[in-house]
């Protein structure tokens, strides 16, 4: 499959994910260790979905495929109905970079960059100008209530700055999907708060969202879970509001 005309991803179509019969295994000493085992759920677009599981539940490996990090060793990963479970490294790259926006528990922004330039790195890959690149950034930027931090680097930004770089950053492309890891993780509660608060506003606004997390409460501000455990899915609940 080619996945080289991006027209192709932009069908409008209500399920955006289905992962159909997933499994990942990975060998160690004479034999394969299970990490997944059969996981099937679809994400429709604009449904904010949080994944739920201790340490050592499969989320990370599970994330890793969602994101095209990894490959599943069996089933499906559709993506606007296409098929991504078996695509080679450059295929996932081109998938991630166009149509996913990441977003950290450790931020990831680079210190020697500003705000603006920081938000401004997965343009580069586009055929846009400068000036384009830097006014979606800013647009990008204002969107999450940074547009008075845009020359400031990271380490004159407080954590929940940080996080709001690092969520301009993901919208900068317009992405399909927002993956968030655990993206209060390094924050303390007031400002864990406000970052799920502009999380559901993204949601209000039409983005789809799936979150990782192994925090209950951090769970229920999406509008479904799915929770983890021993590499299975054991529930899928509506979120009662």
């Avoid at 990370?60 to 490959?71: A, N, Q, Y």
């Avoid at 166009?98 to 960059?113: A, K, P, R, S, Y």
């Avoid at 204002?142 to 950053?169: F, M």
Wanted: charged share 25%; proline share 4%.
């Amino acid at each position: 499959m080619d996945l080289a005309d991006s027209a192709d991803l932009e069908d409008n179509m209500s399920t955006l994910l289905a992962l159909e019969h997933i499994s990942k295994s990975y060998p160690m000493a004479n034999q394969d260790v299970p990490v997944l085992q059969d996981i099937t759920f679809t994400v429709n677009e604009g449904e904010f979905v949080t994944i739920m599981g201790p340490s050592g539940s499969g989320k990370t490996t599970l994330m890793h495929i969602l994101g095209c990090l990894d490959v599943p060793t069996e089933g499906h990963y559709r993506f606007h109905d296409k098929d991504l479970a078996h695509l080679s490294e450059m295929q996932l790259t081109r998938v991630r970079r166009e149509h996913i926006g990441f977003v950290f528990q450790n931020f990831n922004l680079l210190t020697t960059l500003n705000a603006l330039e920081n938000v401004t790195l997965p343009l580069i890959y586009q055929r846009l100008s400068r000036h384009e690149q830097q006014r979606r950034a800013r647009e990008a930027l204002a969107r999450v209530g940074l547009e008075h931090r845009l020359t400031y680097r990271p380490n004159q930004l407080s954590g929940g700055q940080q996080q709001r770089v690092a969520i301009a950053r993901a919208l900068v492309t317009r992405p399909p999907l927002i993956l968030a890891d655990e993206p209060t993780g390094n924050l303390d509660s007031q400002t864990g708060l406000e970052v799920l608060q502009l999380f559901q506003e993204l949601s209000q606004e039409g983005h789809t969202i799936v979150m990782i997390t192994h925090d209950r409460d951090v769970a229920k501000w999406g509008h479904r879970i799915l929770e983890i455990k021993d590499g299975r899915i054991v529930a899928d609940r509506e979120v009662n509001r």
